[in-house]
Every structure is written in structure tokens, then in C-alpha cells.
């Protein structure tokens, strides 16, 4: 039987960005995927996403976002396809708040533009809010909007067209390591010399079965969009993407310009109810919806009262929201990466690049003691 340099399972933007990345190194990978593609039942679905250059408090995300802009602009240039819109980012939050300080810290260490805005000037700029004058703003100039769906067909469809085999509708159901790893699907089986496992919030259910035991959370997250009252109040030649930080309540608010659907803002709660991924819809999330509806009322009074359209993503999260990039503890070959816990997109093409390191046998570009999958307490 024929023996791959590297199976990767899961096809979302992390697997995608991997099997591109090994393939770009000459590895002859196979890349499965359960569901026919394209489809919207994980997390890597929709038309868009947020990017940003820095990390309010952690420096090596802001470390690994500089190139990561780098990645996006290589892809768009072999794919033909645009896959940014710079709309700016505003970080609204109370004056003197981590995430404000920590923002303004990281963008200034990086030598990044921004703008500070104190209660008053935030209030001039952006009349379409309405904050009282001790919730401040800062803006990220290169922050903007990923359109994610061509991403993600971007990134499968340079992997295939540089050789790589990619295979949906198939489902791995078991997994023999060894120094060639064989993977069973319901289809047949394949034998490779890496295995990556890149299986979003799947990952609750494949890792167990490897004895990997990481405490992962998986949220059902409801992204709605909102019609203006006025059509381009909240548009993105406009108004930048938008972040509000939980020192003001006890959830985090994002929020996209109208881009996608023309007259619809889209604005989400950083949050939802848990759930098994395979009967996503079957939990009641009715307090997400108040919450949100109570966020818009009070805060942009130019959308109107409720949401037009909601779909449906899921986050899986660790307990430190960082991600997991390492390999099985006992089996050397299988490469694990996991947990992106709802900021995993932006970072993607350095993701990809970082796993198939790993595969690869290579040095890593980064440190990866911070995404080290042994570091929660037993
Ligand atoms: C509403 C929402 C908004 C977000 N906003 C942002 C944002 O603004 N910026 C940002 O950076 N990030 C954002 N994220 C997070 C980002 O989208 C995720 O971190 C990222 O998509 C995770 O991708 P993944 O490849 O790990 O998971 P997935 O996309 O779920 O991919 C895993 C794949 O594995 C497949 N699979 C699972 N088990 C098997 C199996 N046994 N056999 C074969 N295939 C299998 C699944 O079908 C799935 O396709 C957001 C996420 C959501 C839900």
C-alpha cells in the first residue's frame, strides 16, 4: 500500500494551511476530510473573520501575526484572489483596562500605527456609538476583515494544485500508530509516515480515543447580523471592525461593518452555550440572544432591534484559551494541533507553516512552550 509523507485530518483553515504547507515542501500528503466540502458544520465556515496585528498582552501571537500578514499576501498572489479588506480595528473599553493599556503597549513595542481615543474624541469620531466619556478607544490601523470562505478554498485548492491528494466525504475512524501510522476511514485506510490531527472541536472526541485528555470546551456561537437603520451608518469604508473588552460586562462584543451582506452588520457575543459538536443545535441559547439584543440597544443605536440572520459556528477552547501545537506525548509522528479557542483564522497560515514543521522534523520557527499539549493540570 502506497505510504504517505503525512496524513492531515480536517479540513478546516488549520488542516487546509497545513497540507498546503507540506506540500509546498515536497511531502506527499493526503488530506481527509469528513464532510463533503464546502460545508458549515465546524469552524472555519463564513465570509468573514477578523484580523489584527496586535495582541493586547501576549507577545508572541503579535510576534507570529506579523508574519502571518506576510502569508495571507502570498497566498492571495497564488491564488488570484483577495483575501483582506483593511477596514482598521477600534478597541473600546474603560480608560486605564488591560486590554486598552495592554493593546496601546503591544502596538507601540511593535512599532505598529494606532490612534488613542479619550471618552470625548471617541464620542466625536464614532456618533453611530453611544459610550459615556470614561469608556475609551484605541485604533488598530492595520486591523481588517479576512474573507474566509476563499481562504479556505484558497489555501485546498493551491495544496491540490501542487500535488496534494485531498479526499472528502470521508471520515477517519481509527487510528494504528506506529512508525508508519495507518488511519481507517469509512472508505478504507491509508498508511503514513506523520500523522497530523487538525480536527476542531472533534478533537473532544478523536484525542480521548489517543489518551490525550485536554480539558476542551466547545461553544456553540451565534453570529447574527443586524439591518441599519440608515444603509452605510456601519459600513466599511466607514466604521472598522469593532471590539468591546469584558471589564465593561462580564462578555466580550465583536463586531464586522457591514461587507458581506450589503446593509447587514454583523455583531456577535464571544460566547455561547457548550455543546457536542454532532447535535450543535439541540441546546436552548436563548440568553445569548438577550444579551446581544440589550449590547445593541444600549450601545449602537443605528441597528435596528433584532438580529435579520443568524448562523452558526463553534469555538473549541483550552481553560487559557491558548492553542495546542505539539506532538502526541508517545507517538512522535502524530502531530496535534487543537484548542484555537475563537482566534485560530487570522493565525492560520502560521499554524499551518508550525505543524508541518513539526511533521517535517524541522527546528520550529517559534517558541512553542506556550502551546505545549501537557500543560493542564491532571
Ligand atoms: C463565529 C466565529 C467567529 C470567529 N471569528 C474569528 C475571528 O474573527 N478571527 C479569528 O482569528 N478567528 C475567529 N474564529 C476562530 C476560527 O474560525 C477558528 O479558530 C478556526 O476556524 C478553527 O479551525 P479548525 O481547522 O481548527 O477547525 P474546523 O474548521 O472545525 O476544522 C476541523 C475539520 O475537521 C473535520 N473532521 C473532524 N473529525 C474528522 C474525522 N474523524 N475525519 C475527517 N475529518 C474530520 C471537520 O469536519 C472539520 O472540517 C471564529 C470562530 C467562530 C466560530
Not at 496534494?164 to 508508519?180: F, K
Not at 461593518?257 to 454583523?266: H, V
Request: proline share 6%.
Amino acid at each position: 500500500m502506497e505510504v504517505y509523507d503525512s496524513i492531515v485530518v480536517g479540513a478546516g483553515i488549520e488542516g487546509s494551511s497545513t497540507a498546503y504547507h507540506l506540500v509546498k515542501n515536497g511531502h506527499h500528503t493526503l488530506l481527509l476530510q469528513q464532510f463533503p466540502l464546502p460545508h458549515s458544520r465546524g469552524s472555519s465556515h463564513g465570509q468573514s473573520r477578523i484580523t489584527r496585528m496586535a495582541y493586547g498582552s501576549d507577545d508572541y501571537y503579535t510576534e507570529m501575526m506579523k508574519e502571518a500578514y506576510k502569508l495571507w499576501e502570498v497566498l492571495e498572489n497564488e491564488s488570484g484572489t483577495t483575501l483582506y479588506k483593511k477596514t482598521g480595528l477600534l478597541v473600546v473599553g474603560k480608560v486605564g483596562d488591560d486590554q486598552i493599556d495592554g493593546t496601546v503597549r503591544a502596538l507601540r513595542k511593535y512599532s505598529l500605527p494606532f490612534t488613542s481615543l479619550d471618552g470625548q474624541v471617541l464620542r466625536q469620531k464614532y456618533p453611530m456609538l453611544n459610550y459615556p466619556e470614561d469608556i475609551a478607544g484605541v485604533e488598530d490601523h492595520s486591523g481588517g476583515v479576512l474573507f474566509a470562505d476563499k481562504a479556505l478554498a484558497a489555501f485546498q485548492g493551491q495544496f491540490v494544485k501542487q500535488g496534494g491528494i485531498l479526499r472528502d466525504n470521508e471520515a477517519m475512524v481509527d487510528v494504528s500508530p506506529g512508525d508508519i501510522v495507518t488511519v481507517k476511514t469509512n472508505k478504507g485506510s491509508y498508511r503514513g509516515r506523520n500523522l497530523v490531527l487538525t480536527v476542531g472541536p472533534w478533537a473532544t472526541k478523536v484525542l480521548p480515543s489517543l489518551g490525550i485528555h485536554i480539558p476542551l470546551k466547545v461553544l456553540r456561537i451565534s453570529v447574527f447580523y443586524w439591518k441599519e437603520k440608515i444603509p452605510g451608518t456601519y459600513g466599511a469604508e466607514t466604521f472598522p471592525i469593532f471590539l468591546e473588552d469584558n471589564a465593561i460586562r462580564n462578555f466580550d462584543v465583536y463586531g464586522l461593518p457591514s461587507l458581506e451582506y450589503p446593509g447587514l452588520y454583523k455583531q456577535c457575543l464571544h460566547s455561547g452555550p457548550e455543546i457536542d459538536p454532532d447535535r450543535r443545535d439541540d441546546t436552548d441559547s436563548s440568553w445569548v440572544l438577550d444579551a446581544i439584543k440589550q449590547f445593541a440597544a444600549e450601545h449602537f443605536p443605528l441597528l435596528e432591534a433584532h438580529p435579520a440572520i443568524t448562523e452558526t459556528c463553534i469555538y473549541t477552547n483550552t481553560p487559557d484559551h491558548d492553542f495546542v501545537l505539539d506532538r502526541h506525548p508517545a507517538c512522535r509522528n502524530i502531530i496535534i494541533g487543537a484548542g484555537f479557542s475563537g482566534h485560530g483564522f487570522k493565525l492560520s497560515p502560521v499554524v499551518g507553516k508550525v505543524l508541518s514543521e513539526l511533521a517535517m522534523q524541522k527546528i520550529s520557527s517559534y517558541n512553542l512552550s506556550y502551546f505545549k499539549i501537557d500543560r493542564f493540570p491532571k
